[in-house]
């Protein structure tokens, strides 16, 4: 006999694991396969918290290297003066107790709300039927809905193979024991920044290797030119336009060719290959186009309410594929999907989300927070544009900080002074998107950011400036 | 909703009469086109009570005292004379009583006879602001004029309400599909994008959670007529039939068309568009044809002039009225002393105006004394129209829409904006010459704009 759930998730990562409580909390009995040793999946256990746990110690580092600049004296016991080092044994272990802390607390979370962790990997059988296989196979059934929260994994480029010890992607970076004297990431999305931006304040030599003509292409070309500028600054060299044509490990480095934007060819060594050029689907062993899930490119197709073409299936997150142009995989949207599906299968009735409105932070340094249209995509919308950009640097918060980097930029349109896009890079941008993203949902107008009273001082001030901006002025530059 | 200090001692204790409000000094009588509230409903003191229709203005008329409806004295439709008792409101104390079933209200009735609103079914309004459109003659003290739209109360979001302003939408007719019913960009393009249909699709429906709307009295909406049966003209229409007839036979019209270059204009309104937005003014091309034709009717006075008998009354103000389509009929609120008012006066006045046009929040002296009217078929789509004159005035403006065309300049074709401007005139005053000078006034002005002006 199966056991007997409402809601089978499959995939406990922020997508699963949500969706999960959120049924849970509406009353039907749900049940959670997950392979791994540990929930909360690749944010938890590989991506988002321990990412950004390095990128905090990165800060602190900064700080403490800048220590004669805060009338901070560092002394060796002789009464010497000491220079910073990082030490990588007490930075991992403190980064696996902010992990373990926080898959422990998913578990109290499962227990608190009654929800069932099968561990195993699930196989969809049809009906509402999944085996769970570990050791011995155990057989359940959905009587309401199969939620399929399977993720993603670090995918490489054709002609390049990853071997994990040399050729690593983020999964092996984050594990990394020593600091790297050199590294060439391949990919300037947010884990290639994000990781280059590591290891760059912890010491080595970055190279960056960028398909497209600018770094973080996904964001608006001005905090694109901005983080160029600033990594610059830092020593990290970033290859733009650049083609990775041929890498190979060997037993303490790789050897790699680049073929540059002007067509010449630059030969690369380092200690370490990063891969970070994105994300695939994982459903390995899922038997989805066994019981007729539609797949594009691999990706599990789905509707704006996260149904697949099977009834009693959906699926949600970074496995899914809502059709073009491309789904987000970020793990506040596959949570923002979890909640949606489950209010869905639970019988409430539900809106769809809208992906203009998807924040996206990236934790490099400077940090960038986004939100909504880029310039050019809001041309491309075929809007009548303007822009309003203002300077972190001006502002008094920014100058006690130090951190004197970046600027706010709002793409707004003409029309009915609509607000589409807000764009930071500098300190705190990730924080402060999400006065922009409110103000997006709420669907305000510049106007309304203008008349919000920004308290003085902090770094929103300089929202409430780039809104003046867009109209016309701001009033401190 | 703030409390409101009972103004006389016996409120809440004595029934309180409420009359059919003097709306102006010419009006002797108003229809009630719609009681908002029926008899056992409660009401709060401004609370909108019911809709009437004078010889000038439509209106909502606010409660002069808190307290529950115990008695409606005219049926919708009725014309009753100023100052005659309409209702009866009791002291709230009494609620259980005036709402038990002997008091129940009238069965509802069909109100297509002489129901003049021709709006789709709306919510029964939120307690609104005080109106200043509705100064009622009795205890009520003087209300505050209130200084924009009401849009505010209803739920939707700070670029709905823009849009609904820009395109004159009364945003409490569009379905919400938003958290809480809140109406949403979507839902007020959709409604835009010609449906009164709106999407119902199951995704747009509120949540549960969300209170659902209050049941709403079944109105057929004139909006929409129904082919095959005949409907009751609403005293608007009525109004609106009598004056266009009669204005037919008494002036006797002509009309003239001329071509207008708005390049200048065009090109002004840009660079000065974001500094009005600032000052809270929209800068359109009604502005400027608005400050044209003032200007035109102070260098041409028999245009800004009426006939009385066998006199030429010339006026001494220049009082313009602007037409403002509504969906129930259409009313030409007046812009006094347009004459002494800069661009940027007389771009918010219009859009003023037009906003309480269209939320019936007028005034009776803000449509009455107008010497001249503007028309706007262009916004329509129309290349220009042929209006008819509204008395006792001499002559109308048309405009039509703004486009860009090919034309001849120094011998070459080139692009540019331009619009046809049409003047309907009353030829017992105006000769042909006259009005042709009047019009090439204006196409001068627009054509060579001063930008000191603007």
Redesign the interface.
Same mark, same amino acid.
């Given at each position: 006999m199966p056991s007997e759930y409402d809601v089978i998730v499959i995939g406990a990562g922020t997508g699963g694991y949500v969706a999960a409580i959120r049924a849970a909390q509406l009353g039907l009995k749900v049940a959670v396969v997950e392979k791994q040793k540990a929930l909360g999946g690749t944010c938890l256990l590989w991506g988002c918290i321990p990412t950004k746990a390095l990128l905090e110690h990165a800060h602190a580092f900064k700080v403490i290297q800048n220590a004669k600049e805060w009338g901070v004296s560092l002394l060796s016991p002789s009464g010497s003066a000491a220079a910073a080092t990082i030490d990588m044994t007490q930075v991992h272990a403190r980064k696996d107790r902010i992990v373990t802390g926080l898959t422990k607390g998913v578990e109290f979370l499962f227990k608190k709300n009654k929800i069932d962790w099968i561990k195993g990997t699930a196989r969809l059988t049809g009906g509402g039927g999944v085996d769970v296989f570990e050791g011995e196979k155990q057989t359940l059934h959905a009587g309401k809905e199969i939620i399929v929260a399977t993720g993603s994994a670090p995918r490489s480029v054709p002609g390049i193979e990853i071997d994990r010890r040399r050729i690593i992607t983020s999964d092996e970076a984050i594990h990394l024991r020593e600091v790297p004297k050199s590294i060439a990431i391949l990919g300037s999305g947010a884990v290639g920044v994000e990781f280059a931006s590591i290891f760059r304040r912890f010491g080595s030599s970055v190279t960056i290797i960028e398909l497209l003509s600018h770094l973080v292409p996904v964001e608006d070309e001005a905090v694109s030119t901005e983080l160029e500028k600033s990594f610059r600054k830092q020593g990290i060299t970033s290859l733009t336009g650049a083609k990775l044509t041929r890498a190979r490990a060997g037993a303490d480095g790789i050897d790699a060719d680049a073929q540059l934007s002007d067509g010449t060819s630059q030969s690369i060594q380092a200690e370490y290959l990063l891969v970070a050029t994105g994300r695939g689907p994982v459903t390995a062993g899922l038997n989805a186009e066994g019981v007729g899930l539609e797949l594009q490119k691999g990706y599990i197709k789905v509707d704006?309410?996260y149904r697949t073409t099977v009834p009693g299936i959906s699926a949600i997150g970074d496995v899914i594929t809502l059709g073009p142009p491309g789904h987000p995989q970020l793990a506040h949207v596959s949570s923002a999907e979890g909640i949606i599906a489950a209010e869905r299968i639970a019988g409430? !009735? =539900?809106?769809?989300l809208n992906y203009d409105h998807v924040p996206g932070c990236t934790y490099c340094d400077p940090e960038i927070g986004s939100v909504g249209l880029t310039e050019r995509e809001a041309q491309e919308r075929g809007y009548d544009v303007r822009v309003g950009l203002f300077p972190f640097g001006v502002l008094g918060r920014a100058k006690m900080s130090g951190e004197t980097e970046g600027f706010v930029k709002i793409v707004a349109e #003409? #029309?009915?002074? $609509?607000?589409l896009g807000v764009h930071m890079i500098g300190p705190r941008s990730t924080e402060l998107v999400a006065e922009a993203t409110i103000a997006l949902q709420? !669907?305000? =107008?510049v $106007?309304?950011l203008i008349r919000t009273i920004h308290a003085h001082p902090t770094m929103a001030e300089a929202v409430g400036e780039a809104a003046h901006a867009a109209?016309?002025a701001a009033i401190h530059l | 909703m703030p409390l409101t200090a009972p103004r006389f001692t016996y409120e809440g204790f004595m029934p309180t009469d409420v009359v059919m409000p003097q709306m102006g000094e010419s009006i002797a009588e108003g229809t009630i086109v719609r009681w908002i509230k029926k008899v056992g409903d409660s009401v709060e003191r401004d609370e909108p009570l019911f809709e009437i229709s004078t010889d000038k203005v439509d209106a909502e008329i606010p409660s002069p005292v808190a307290g529950v409806i115990a008695e409606i004295r005219a049926a919708e439709g009725e014309t009753v004379p100023v100052n005659s008792v309409v209702a009866v409101i009791g002291p709230a104390a009494a609620q259980a009583a005036a709402a038990s079933p002997v008091a129940s209200p009238p069965p509802p009735k069909p109100q297509a006879d002489g129901a003049a609103t021709t709006k789709a079914p709306e919510p029964p309004p939120v307690p609104v602001q005080p109106s200043a459109a509705a100064p009622l003659a009795s205890s009520a003290p003087p209300l505050p004029a209130k200084s924009g739209g009401d849009e505010g109360m209803e739920r939707s979001s700070p670029l709905v309400r823009r849009i609904a302003k820009e395109h004159n939408i009364d945003i409490s007719r569009i379905r919400g599909t938003g958290i809480g019913g809140r109406v949403t960009k979507d839902d007020i393009l959709a409604f835009i994008g010609g449906s009164t249909s709106q999407a119902t699709a199951d995704r747009g429906a509120p949540s549960p959670s969300a209170a659902p709307a209050p049941p709403r009295p079944p109105q057929p909406s004139a909006g929409r007529p129904v082919p095959g049966t005949s409907a009751q003209m609403s005293p608007m229409r009525k109004k609106i039939a009598e004056h266009m007839v009669l204005s037919r036979r008494t002036s006797a019209h002509v009309h003239s068309v001329f071509e207008v270059n708005f390049s200048r204009v065009a090109q002004i309104r840009e660079t000065k568009k974001a500094e009005y937005e600032r000052a809270g003014a929209k800068l359109t091309y009604l502005s400027f044809i608005l400050k044209a034709a003032v200007d035109a009717l102070r260098s041409v006075p028999v245009v800004n002039a009426s006939v009385d008998g066998d006199s030429i009354i010339y006026h001494k103000d220049i009082n313009v009225g602007i037409a403002v389509a509504l969906d129930w009929g259409l009313i030409v609120p007046v812009i006094k002393n347009a004459d002494s008012r800069s661009l940027l006066d007389l771009s918010r006045t219009v859009a003023d105006l037009a906003n309480r046009a269209r939320s019936k929040q007028l005034k009776p002296d803000e449509v009455s004394g107008g010497t001249f009217t503007i028309t706007n078929p262009g916004v329509f789509g129309a290349l220009f129209g042929m209006p008819i004159i509204n008395q006792p005035q001499a002559a109308i403006l048309g405009i039509g829409n703004v486009e860009k065309r090919a034309i001849v300049v120094d011998d070459a074709i080139a692009i540019r904006p331009m619009a046809y401007l049409s003047i309907g005139y009353d030829h017992r005053i105006i000769d042909g010459a006259v009005a042709d000078e009047f019009m090439s006034h204006i196409k001068r002005s627009l054509e060579n704009w001063d930008a000191g002006q603007a």
């Open positions: 704006a309410q409430m !009735e =539900t809106r769809d #003409k #029309k009915y002074d $609509e607000l709420r !669907e305000s =107008t $106007e309304d109209h016309g | -």
